[in-house]
């Protein structure tokens, strides 16, 4: 009984993750990806274009210096 309660809790977990990994890295993609395909229609979609890049790039940054602090301490 009590183990069926914990993988449940762990799928929940899991579930939460992945939404939190999607707002985080997909979608300012999303939004970026649909801001460019209308960049020349409205003022708004370059708005929308320009924020999702912003919001990339500082989702991915600490990613990025992750990645550079550990070959730095490879060599």
């Known amino acids: 009984m009590t183990k069926r309660i914990i993988v449940e809790s762990r799928d929940d977990y899991m579930s939460r993750l992945a939404i939190r ?3 985080r890295y997909g ?3 999303i939004l970026a990806m649909g801001g460019y395909a209308n960049y020349n ?3 708004i979609f ?3 274009a320009w924020l999702g890049t912003l919001w990339f790039i500082l989702a ?3 990613q ?3 990645l550079i602090k550990k070959k730095k301490s490879r060599r």
Do not use: N
Request: proline share 11%.
């Open 21 to 23: 990994k999607f707002l």
């Open 27 to 29: 979608f300012p993609v």
């Open 41 to 43: 229609s409205y003022d």
């Open 46 to 48: 370059r708005y929308v």
């Open 60 to 62: 991915f940054t600490p």
């Open 64 to 66: 990025i210096i992750k």
